[in-house]
């Protein structure tokens, strides 16, 4: 075995992460919600979320057969939405292709939607005791370190590079002990920012260590200006009721709720386009959004409707309570704004 590997395999069991609620099963099932959850976003925000997720679909059976408006509400907030729509598109694949069961090999696991190289190679080892390497970003930047890998890890030929590296690193024994070490060592000692190289079991094996370069290993990103978007909303209110509309299945927030998107600045005249005859239009505070390569301003308009019409409902676009609203399938940004109206006296 390789040194790289050994100490990882002797650091883990005393110093890893420990007592997470994915943690010390075998079920492929829970194995794969959680690696997908983790993706782009931290343990802390996962938690709740995967508890909740697992006690309305505890397999993959129930999660295949709900509707995916439903999947969407208990993902509502986590962010990166097509990450939940890919996870309910593979529950039933399996269940029409597999039977309900995982396949063993990464190869038939990566063929599923929404599961990249890593996180099949994560189920195969953690479910099925299959050799396979991951490389997650917190792996790319263990590794990228360590055995000094100049380069943006997002850039094809790092990015093979990495991938080379990591497979050569898999032991032959103890699979899962390394491999939750390399993901406990990156997310908890190998930090981005400030870290902790006096607690780390391969430091004296690392060149970005011994040559002073930790700060510029792995290389960022390659600055971009971040542009900016531009929305206005329609709140229209009726009766206690929201008229809300489905965004399309691809592009941001593909699939959930929002409130419909106004062209121009005539809420009267846009509201009589879609039905909605509009006794008083009142400018809401904006709002900023950011994403990972875009800022969204928004302009949101309360519309109070005075009388509305079948065709308001037409179009993908359905009145709600406020207060169910706010529980639906909407992202964050919507849902704040909704619990703020819902608070209204």
Not at 187 to 204: E, F, K, N, Q, Y
């Amino acid at each position: 075995m390789n040194a790289f590997a050994r100490r990882i395999i002797r650091w883990q069991p005393r110093h890893g992460r420990h007592g997470l609620p994915w943690q010390g099963t075998r079920d492929a099932y829970r194995i794969w919600l959680s690696e997908v959850m983790l993706q782009q976003t931290q343990v802390d925000a996962v938690t709740g979320y995967y508890r909740r997720f697992l006690a309305r679909f505890p397999d993959v059976r129930a999660l295949a057969r709900a509707p995916q408006d439903e999947v969407l509400r208990l993902w509502s907030g986590l962010g990166y939405y097509a990450r939940a729509r890919n996870l309910h598109a593979a529950a039933r694949e399996l269940l029409e292709r597999h039977g309900g069961r995982f396949p063993h090999s990464p190869a038939d696991l990566a063929a599923l939607p929404g599961i990249g190289r890593s996180t099949a190679a994560a189920i195969a080892v953690f479910a099925f005791g299959r050799k396979a390497a991951i490389l997650d970003g917190n792996v790319k930047r263990v590794l990228a370190r360590c055995f000094g890998i100049a380069g943006f890890p997002g850039d094809a030929a790092v990015q093979r590079e990495l991938w080379a590296l990591a497979a050569t690193l898999v032991p032959a024994r103890s699979l899962r002990t390394y491999t939750q070490g390399l993901m406990d060592l990156g997310a908890a000692v190998c930090r981005r920012a400030r870290p902790r190289c006096d607690a780390c079991p391969v430091a004296s094996l690392c060149v970005a260590r011994r040559e002073g370069r930790i700060a510029e290993l792995p290389a960022p990103r390659p600055r971009k200006a971040i542009p900016l978007r531009r929305a206005q909303w329609m709140v229209a209110l009726h009766d206690g009721r929201v008229l809300l509309e489905r965004r399309p299945s691809s592009g941001l927030w593909g699939g959930l709720w929002s409130f419909p998107e106004m062209h121009g600045r005539d809420a009267a005249a846009f509201g009589r386009s879609i039905g909605c005859d509009i006794a008083a239009v009142r400018r809401l505070p904006s709002l900023e959004h950011a994403f990972t390569h875009f800022r969204l301003h928004v302009l949101p308009w309360l519309c109070e409707v005075r009388r509305s019409s079948a065709r308001a409902e037409r179009a993908g676009r359905l009145w709600l309570d406020v207060a169910d609203a706010a529980r639906s399938a909407v992202p964050a940004p919507v849902r704040n704004l909704l619990t703020q109206l819902a608070a209204r006296p």
